[in-house]
């Protein structure tokens, strides 16, 4: 695991609420996460999330994975928390404008202590947000104590593999993230057992080598214009994310950094 601990909720905040978090979603799109529709379609197939289910989104964002897994699981209910008033107002009004507000409900609450009722949910989802996290032990804790017996916690993240980031390299990319800390597929696989959580399936998406290009070109070759309006057309600020870009790149090209799904079941 690797820390910054100089980084805290507050930095989040301030990405997810100012340009920072909109240049994120024009190249990533609605679904903030690597690998958008095909990942979070993956990640419920994995976890067997079924019509009729009722689930909770740690670090919901703007709740674009309750959206899909309501329009396209027919999930009976949401509940999103996040600790950003700014992407949860959003939120809400996107999820009003598609008429789902009757099944998808937003909490402004810190996802290691959500305040919700215990043991009431199907499933706990994630899609690369619980990088932003600081204490990913209690954030661990909190989503088996939403779980069912028998309930699912289903996420992926950004993830150092076994390889390790050096610490110039991990000083440099979770300071250009945000990330408070950063842990591999094994440090999630201890945290879930020491919270009574049989893990099903922990592994590397693939996902991450096929779309860092993607969006390189995106605002490199396509969307050049729309990225330097919402900075502002600092063109040394639009430089120096694309060279952190293309450092993220490299990480993940070296086999350091991956999209990592795991999907754990509570036990009864």
Same mark, same amino acid.
């Given at each position: 695991m690797k820390t910054a601990a100089h980084i805290h909720l507050a930095d989040v905040?301030?990405?997810?609420? &100012?340009? /920072? &978090?909109?240049?994120? /979603?024009?190249?990533? #799109? /609605?679904?903030?996460?690597? &690998?958008g529709y095909q990942s979070s379609m993956d990640l419920a197939q994995r976890a067997g999330i079924a019509a009729g289910g009722r689930g909770v989104d740690l670090c919901c964002c703007t709740g674009a994975g309750?959206?899909?897994?309501?329009?396209?699981?027919?999930?009976?209910?949401?509940? &999103?928390?996040?600790?950003?008033p700014a992407v949860l107002e959003l939120g809400r009004q996107r999820t009003a404008a598609e008429g789902?507000? #009757?099944k998808i409900f937003f909490e402004e609450a810190n996802a290691c202590a959500t305040g919700l009722p215990g043991g009431r949910f199907d499933f706990v989802w994630g899609e690369d947000a619980w990088c932003y996290v600081e204490d990913k032990s209690k954030l661990i804790a909190e989503a088996a104590r939403l779980a069912k017996p028998g309930g699912k916690i289903a996420f992926t993240d950004w993830m150092e593999t076994p390889l390790g980031l050096s610490t110039e390299e991990a000083v440099r990319l979770l300071g250009f993230m945000k990330f408070p800390s950063l842990l591999t597929l094994g440090d999630y696989q201890s945290h879930l057992a020491a919270n009574r959580c049989s893990v099903i399936v922990a592994q590397d998406t693939g996902r991450f080598a096929s779309c860092m290009p993607l969006y390189l070109d995106m605002i490199e070759k396509q969307l050049t214009y729309d990225a330097l309006k919402i900075i502002g057309f600092d063109t040394v600020l639009a430089a120096t994310l694309v060279d952190e870009m293309k450092f993220i790149q490299s990480l993940v090209q070296? #086999?350091?950094?991956?999209? #990592?799904l795991v999907v754990a079941e509570k036990l009864r």
């Open positions: 905040q301030t990405v997810y609420s &100012g340009p /920072e &978090g909109r240049l994120w /979603e024009l190249l990533m #799109g /609605e679904q903030i996460h690597v &690998g309750m959206r899909f897994l309501v329009r396209c699981l027919h999930v009976a209910q949401m509940t &999103g928390v996040d600790a950003t789902l507000a #009757g070296t #086999g350091k950094l991956i999209q #990592g």
